[in-house]
């Protein structure tokens, strides 16, 4: 399927149809070298296979390097990743490649998808959060208000029966009916007890630990850096092994260490020569 069906798909789908064919259209836009989103994308012929440029570069630049160390007019081939068809590029390189500005509209659109998803996904959780925590604390408010109106009612009683307990001529079935409110009361409690915790979230938090340690035990870095780092010193090696003169000219170019002595004993013999008549000509010259 193509991107422009992908991107209709996505634009005319809702709820998990949308997430399918967001997945499905991310797939199409992940470039096959870096494996993220492209980034200026350029399409490469005969097969019209889109990469990042600069990835392209990266591609293009090994095969330009070999072909220079051999002695290759036509260095601009490498192959397409993604179907290992031949490219064939011209003297701009790379920078001849074509933009496509198709799949850069439609990575825009992608972008505002996801960010457009990303926000409905928070502004969902972050209502039902809300409505949780208003209901939980509506629910403890209106204990609160049923134990306050408990106790407002107590103490009107207990008010009530200290007042007659100062009246010793009060009849016995009012101080009976008393003691009975009194002893329902007291024996009376909370309708209800909220439990420690109870307007805590807890199961909205997850902790992440045991993922962040799987990630960072994933090790594939030193890999491809030890592949880049060998390439080079082998195409190196190849290269100063073809350019080192032979062992004759070396020798020409660096005599043995006595034929130097030999040779610097003799410039010094030729000095005190010149010098020796240089005083004689100064001599004569001061004598007349």
């Known amino acids: 399927m193509s991107l ?16 399918v ?87 825009d659109i992608y972008k505002e998808e996801v960010n457009s998803t990303r926000l409905r996904h928070s502004q969902a959780m972050t209502q039902r959060i809300s409505s949780e925590q208003e209901e939980k604390t509506g629910h403890a408010r ?26 010793p001529d009060m009849a016995a ?38 993922q962040e340690r799987a990630l960072k035990s994933i090790d594939f870095i030193k890999g491809s850096t030890r592949l880049i780092s060998t390439s080079p010193t082998r195409h190196s090696s190849e290269i100063i092994h073809r350019l080192s003169p032979p062992s004759s000219s070396s020798s020409l170019l660096h005599p043995p260490l006595h034929l130097q002595a030999v040779t610097l004993f003799f410039y010094l013999l030729a000095l005190l020569v010149i010098l020796q008549r240089a005083w004689a000509y100064v001599g004569c010259f001061i004598c007349t």
Not at 150 to 165: C, D, G, K, V
């Open 142 to 167: 209106a204990l609160a208000r049923c134990h306050d109106d408990s106790m407002a009612a107590n103490s009107r009683l207990a008010e009530s029966a200290a007042s007659s307990m100062e009246e």
């Open 21 to 107: 064919a967001l997945t499905t259209l991310e797939k199409q836009l992940i470039c096959p070298i870096c494996l993220e989103i492209f980034n200026k994308p350029v399409v490469i012929l005969p097969c019209e296979h889109n990469l990042c440029r600069k990835c392209a570069n990266e591609l293009y630049q090994p095969s330009l390097f070999h072909a220079r160390t051999t002695m290759m007019v036509n260095s601009g081939r490498f192959r397409c990743p993604s179907c290992r068809q031949e490219v064939v590029l011209d003297r701009h390189g790379v920078y001849g490649l074509q933009r496509n500005l198709l799949v850069e509209n439609i990575i």
């Open 4 to 19: 422009s069906a992908d991107l209709s798909c996505l634009q005319g789908s809702r709820g998990a149809e949308r997430e």
């Open 173 to 210: 079935f009012v101080q009976v009916k008393m003691i009975t409110k009194v002893k329902a009361a007291s024996a009376s409690g909370p309708s209800e007890t909220l439990r420690p915790g109870y307007e805590r979230l807890s199961r909205y938090r997850f902790n992440f630990s045991e």
